[in-house]
């Protein structure tokens, strides 16, 4: 079965810096990668996903993410955070059979003025 | 478009009560699912459905939860009866069909006390 890390557990960074959240999937052929942010209060949001084709892949809200087969990695990246990106954020794995989807432990982002 | 709506955003209850949480998926979607997400063991996929037929329940923590799908627009978690230790956020969310390659759209939560 598939699974995913994310080995940050809390991040924080700067108004206007950037910002690479780490993601780590382990699965034995091609998998569905996603990553969603979840506010407080509030369900899970899906920011982007990644099936085939551009390794890279854009999202809503300025994030995107590199799938990098060679790493078993899908970190997500933004290049420049705003105060309203403090949040929670999971990857997910996807690939095994019916609906079988793994999320991560989440990172949790600040944002610092 | 209505999201995925769930009822009520927050219940508080003393142990030993039955406790049913409701949801209402996306309409035309396929498949649903029911989350529990708690600080110690984060998101855990409790059971999901398809086409309103249980897939796969193996998350369902005990024989105290059971889930039912009547009709494609209605799902329920009932916890009977509830322990301090089911306290937690209870998501639902749905996706177009089955597949691992569908996203799921998740609803805001029920957040669980049990006293």
């Known amino acids: 079965a598939q699974s995913v890390t994310q080995p940050d557990i809390h991040i924080t960074v700067s108004e206007g810096a950037s910002l690479e959240l780490r993601c780590n999937y382990s699965y034995g052929a091609t998998p569905y990668l996603f990553w969603y942010v979840q506010s407080p209060g509030q369900g899970l949001q899906l920011l982007l996903k990644y099936f085939s084709g551009d390794t890279l892949v854009q999202g809503i809200k300025g994030f995107e993410a590199e799938f990098k087969r060679s790493q078993s990695s899908f970190n997500l990246r933004k290049p420049s955070v705003h105060w309203s990106d403090a949040a929670e954020y999971f990857c997910a794995v996807g690939g095994g059979g019916n609906n079988d989807m793994r999320f991560g432990a989440g990172t949790r982002l600040t944002v610092k003025p | 478009d209505a999201g995925v709506i769930q009822s009520p955003r927050h219940e508080v209850t003393e142990m030993g009560q039955e406790v049913t949480l409701r949801c209402k998926p996306i309409s035309g979607h396929n498949s649903l699912f029911w989350y529990r997400q708690t600080m110690m063991r984060g998101l855990e996929l409790l059971i999901y459905f398809n086409n309103n037929v249980p897939i796969d329940d193996s998350g369902m923590p005990e024989d105290r939860f059971s889930a039912k799908m009547p009709n494609a627009s209605f799902s329920t978690l009932k916890i009977q009866p509830s322990e301090p230790r089911d306290s937690a956020v209870y998501f639902c969310?749905?996706?177009?069909?089955?597949?691992?390659?569908?996203?799921?759209?998740f609803g805001d939560g029920t957040r669980l006390s049990i006293l």
């Open positions: 969310a749905s996706s177009f069909r089955q597949g691992a390659n569908q996203p799921q759209h």
